[in-house]
């Protein structure tokens, strides 16, 4: 089989196509024959050394950790109804960037009947973690909201729950492009981050008042000035790191206007729990009620040029890799 390795820290030419011995399943564990696997931002952070004291990998390394796919072969003590099925295999160290990956049965998720396999990969990690985040914050008709990044993958989900729970929505992204993408999810106006002064238009739009709820999908300075623009007694969701660091956000600061912080500590799930979270977030797209936006699918070979998209900014919504 194939694999996309990390030959070195660097910048996306250390991507390597490599050929692999096909990998054999042991006891408790199933083959996946990979269909789809998920691209993450993080992940071009840590391939260009980012991060060192929190992820330990090292290079040589296979990438990723949710790929989707079909059971091939199963292992000593797992049943054999695996045996075709559509999962999504995700683990520590999964190494998805592959033709073929090998999971403990206890990390597959089945993917339901009407969700494609791409709609499931692009799920994985964005749709529990919006669940999660929506979830601590008291949204609903009298709210209005302002998004962050609201044409990535997770923020286009909170797009769309928040218009569902009939907020005012307010999204953020930069150039036109990612704007109306943006305004076709739902949100009842956009602003242009790339704009010096688009919190003074967040401010116009709340005629002053600053907005309820933040999703922070940014983190940085463009998560510091949403800060900045969040009503007091107000709540503020710092899950975005994407700008390098999440939100510097000072306690005393946030103490003295009343406004209620929530980290992105708050919705990482127990490996116990995270399946069923995928589980639900699978049954809000069966269901009609959310859609992930996958903005561009690349050949698996093609590793190196997803992840320069993906670092340039250039993708709306999610990125996949196909086999």
Do not use: C
């Not at 933040?214 to 503020?236: E, I, K, Q, R, S």
């Not at 589980?279 to 320069?308: D, Y």
Request: net charge negative; aromatic share 6%.
């Amino acid at each position: 089989m194939h694999v996309v390795e990390v030959e070195r820290f660097g910048g996306p030419e250390v991507l390597v196509w490599r050929e692999r011995p096909d990998p054999v399943a042991g006891p408790g564990q199933v083959v996946v024959a990979v269909s789809v696997a998920d691209v993450l931002f993080v992940e071009t952070q840590v391939r260009s050394g980012w991060g060192r004291d929190f992820f330990t990998v090292e290079p040589p390394y296979v990438p990723g950790d949710a790929a989707g796919g079909e059971v091939i072969s199963v292992g000593e003590g797992v049943d054999a109804s695996w045996l075709g099925r559509r999962v999504i295999a995700r683990a520590d160290e999964l190494g998805a960037y592959a033709e073929r990956v090998v999971a403990p049965v206890e990390a597959l998720v089945p993917i339901p009947e009407g969700v494609g396999t791409r709609e499931a990969v692009a799920l994985v990690h964005d749709g529990p973690t919006a669940l999660g985040v929506f979830g601590n914050a008291p949204v609903g008709p009298s709210t209005t909201v302002l998004i962050v990044a609201a044409a990535g993958g997770m923020g286009s989900l909170l797009v769309q729950l928040a218009h569902a729970a009939g907020a005012r929505v307010i999204g953020t992204a930069r150039g036109e492009r990612k704007l109306e993408t943006v305004r076709k999810l739902g949100a009842d106006e956009v602003v242009d981050h790339g704009a010096a002064d688009w919190p003074d238009r967040v401010r116009e739009l709340t005629g002053g008042a600053g907005v309820d709820v933040v999703f922070d999908g940014a983190g940085g300075a463009l998560g510091g000035a949403a800060f900045a623009v969040t009503a007091d007694g107000g709540h503020f969701s710092a899950h975005g790191a994407a700008a390098g660091d999440f939100a510097e956000i000072g306690e005393g600061e946030a103490e003295r206007r009343g406004i209620i912080v929530h980290g992105i500590r708050q919705v990482w799930f127990p490996p116990q729990e995270y399946g069923g979270w995928v589980e639900r977030a699978m049954g809000e797209v069966a269901a009609g009620r959310i859609a992930p936006t996958i903005g561009a699918v690349f050949p698996l070979r093609r590793a190196a040029e997803a992840h320069a998209a993906v670092e340039a900014r250039r993708v709306v919504g999610k990125a996949l890799l196909e086999v």
